[in-house]
């Protein structure tokens, strides 16, 4: 390990000496406190938390990104070329303690320029802006999706169609099946969330614990109007255990195309661990209404504070700058420098295209199916890349969930990130880096 820890701190002196680390502390100045005063928010609580929270420390957190792949490309290559690493490889050094060290260096400077972009963050904060927050009743609650609408299986319900059609000649019988399987669900789901005037929408939630008297049970919701302007509409929001009858209701008059909150109150529902919603459309201009697919209806229940769930959130965005790091210090032992960084950014490309990966859609016919075979592959390989909203969550008072941290921990740094990192020692052990030159 000493030897692994004074290839570390050879790599922050020579960050340091490079002006490397002061050029992005001015960088990361000018994200943190530059942006909160250039951009203007929609005047409430949560669109100015957006600005300071999201855009701020989300650009700081891209600068770190982009430097650690270029710093990790360059560690190893450019010494490679410089013949520096002959200083190195001529010791009793491990090819794997070479890439550690390297990495161990640069995550040195990411975790100390985050913290301080981060702790330069929460001090912007006025007091007064978390206090609204808090008095908007989303002070930072779980969030919990419904169990499932009251629709059925809708993988079943594509199978069913889709042959249905073929059989009817709508569709071509060599169509190639996953991706119309993909988009017939995708169809199902709008439906399922598709409230005709007159109709309803249902939910069921089920909850951790029991709500108590004394707090509330938040709402939030989002639905676009079959009207092209902006008027607003008109509903009735029904709560009931299952198997009885309404125990709460309200009707609520919404703008469309926007996040939109209501409170159940706890004594209504005390002790609820399962809970039915419904949604009835009575909009007097008879418009159709339609929940978002993915954030059609969610319940949010009080869960811890503000600097909890953001230290939470600068955990998840320093691991994944330790998965980024990794792919730049593997890029720069396969690669010479410029090969190396070109292989960087596009690999932080697709770590950041991972999250719509899924939305691909490939056309019928015969050479489309080896697209979409790949395509499917690729979604595979890049889906445990793509990010959780970490920073929105914080910014719109949503909680970072265990899940993710484990997820980025588990898939991005271990998996992953071990792969990278047994591949660029093993490249290392293979390239003959301490040779005399002629």
């Known amino acids: ?6 290839i ?36 409430t609580a949560e669109g100015q ?3 300071i929270i999201t855009y701020s420390l989300g650009a700081a957190f891209m600068l770190l990104a982009l430097a650690s792949l270029w710093a990790g490309a360059l560690s190893i290559s450019q010494e490679v070329e410089d013949r520096q690493i002959q200083m190195l490889a001529s010791k009793p050094v491990r090819p794997f303690e070479i890439w550690l060290g390297k990495w161990l260096g640069l995550m040195a400077v990411n975790t100390a320029l985050l913290i301080a972009a981060a ?26 999706r419904p169990v499932a609408p009251q629709t059925p299986d809708r993988s079943a319900s594509a199978r069913e169609l889709l042959e249905a059609r073929i059989r009817a000649g709508e569709l071509s019988a060599d169509i190639p099946k996953a991706a119309a399987l993909r988009a017939l669900e995708q169809e199902l789901l709008v439906r399922a969330a598709t409230v005709a005037p007159g109709r309803r929408a249902e939910w069921t939630f089920a909850l951790p614990r029991e709500v108590r008297a004394d707090e509330s049970l938040r709402i939030r919701f989002r639905a676009s109007s079959s009207h092209m302007s902006m008027s607003a509409v008109r ?9 009885r009858d309404a125990i709460w209701r309200q009707t609520q008059t919404f703008i469309p195309n926007t996040y939109q909150t209501f409170d159940i109150p706890g004594a209504a529902i005390a002790g609820a661990r399962t809970l039915n919603l419904a949604f009835v459309n009575d909009d007097p201009a008879h418009a159709t209404l339609v929940f978002d697919p993915k954030d059609g209806a969610r319940a949010l229940l009080p869960s811890g504070g503000f600097y909890v769930n ?36 596009a690999l932080l490309v697709m770590a950041q295209l991972a999250g719509y990966t899924a939305e691909f859609q490939s056309a019928p016919g015969g050479v489309y199916l080896i697209i979409d075979r790949i395509g ?13 909203p970490a920073l929105d969550a914080v910014a719109t008072g949503m909680r970072v969930e265990s899940l993710w941290l484990w997820r980025v921990f588990g898939l991005q740094l271990l998996a992953y990130g071990g792969a990278l990192a047994a591949l660029g020692a093993g490249v290392l052990t293979r390239r003959e880096l301490a040779l005399p030159q002629a």
């Open 1 to 6: 390990m000493r030897r692994i820890f004074a």
């Open 8 to 43: 570390a701190a050879i790599g922050i002196r020579n960050a340091v000496r490079s002006r490397m680390v002061i050029c992005l502390l001015a960088l990361l100045v000018l994200a943190v406190v530059g942006l909160p005063l250039s951009l203007k928010g929609d005047g």
């Open 49 to 51: 938390l957006r600005i």
């Open 119 to 144: 702790c330069a963050t929460a001090l912007l904060l006025p007091r007064e802006l978390l206090d609204a927050q808090a008095n908007e009743g989303t002070n930072w609650r779980a969030v919990f």
């Open 235 to 243: 509903g009735q929001w029904i709560a009931s255990f299952p198997d």
């Open 310 to 345: 953001y230290a939470r959130a600068i955990m998840l965005l320093l691991m994944r700058l330790g998965f980024l790091a990794a792919m730049g210090v593997t890029a720069g032992a396969l690669f010479s420098s410029p090969v190396a960084l070109f292989m960087a950014v």
């Open 376 to 388: 499917d592959a690729l979604r595979f390989i890049l889906r445990p890349l793509s990010t959780p």
